[in-house]
Antibody
């Protein structure tokens, strides 16, 4: 079964740091671009970051650029999100999500999502 | 940044009715890179459609999508009880990737 399992979310103080993990199973992890997407309480979805299959290319939303770092360990089938200088507006459920590809090799949306891990930033 | 605006914000319908959801982009989006997701309370999003009109694995054929450039539509032909949820469009052709604010389909 294809599965993503996030962990690491907790209550942290403003200005603090946190590292989220996402353990992947049931598919060839190193073959897929991976993402972090977050959802603040009662709000919509916000893309956070994307990392290429080999980890060499990374992309970030403007709201987290310079504070968050995405990485992956393909030998351990795990995705990470290092979060620094946390703010109240970073409070959210953080999902990791796998990109999919169609038969032509084009991106085809995020087809597998974890259940999310909750980050709460409070002073 | 490409801003996606979904309408209406809330759609109140009865089971068996047809739902039509709109997603409008601030700039042209290649239809290849437009997706729709369904999210139920307490659950992660579920991919419904990609490439504006291709159904993801396991998605019933009552869900269909269309559109191009800056106007996209998701249609649920006959609402089933399990279809009442929030629906998001997403463009993944340009960074930053962006989502619409969502349309809630609720029971009338």
């Amino acid at each position: 079964e294809v599965q993503l399992l996030e962990s690491g979310g907790r209550l942290v103080q403003t200005g603090g740091s946190l590292r989220l993990s996402c353990a992947a199973s049931g598919f060839t992890f190193r073959g897929y671009t991976m993402n972090w997407v977050r959802q603040a309480p009662g709000k919509g979805l916000e893309w956070v970051s994307t990392i290429s299959e080999n980890g060499e290319s990374t992309f970030y939303g403007d709201s987290v650029k310079g504070r968050f770092t995405i990485s992956r360990d393909n030998s351990k089938n795990t995705l990470f999100l290092e979060m620094n200088s946390l703010r109240g507006e970073d409070t959210a459920v953080y999902y990791c999500a796998k990109d999919s590809y169609d038969t032509g090799g084009f991106l085809a949306g995020m087809d597998v999502w974890g259940n999310g891990t909750t980050v709460t930033v409070s002073s | 940044e490409i801003v996606l605006t979904q309408s209406p914000g809330t759609l109140s319908l009865s089971p068996g009715e047809r739902a039509t959801l709109s997603c409008r982009a601030s700039h042209s989006v290649a239809s290849t890179y437009l997706a729709w997701y369904q999210q139920k309370p307490g659950q992660p999003p579920r991919l419904l459609l990609y490439g504006a009109s291709s159904r993801a694995t396991g998605v019933p054929d009552r869900f269909s999508g269309s559109g191009s450039e800056s106007d996209f539509t998701l249609v649920i032909s006959r609402l089933e009880p399990e279809d009442f949820a929030v629906y998001y469009c997403q463009q993944y052709g340009f960074s930053p990737l962006t989502f619409g604010q969502g349309t809630k389909v609720e029971v009338k």
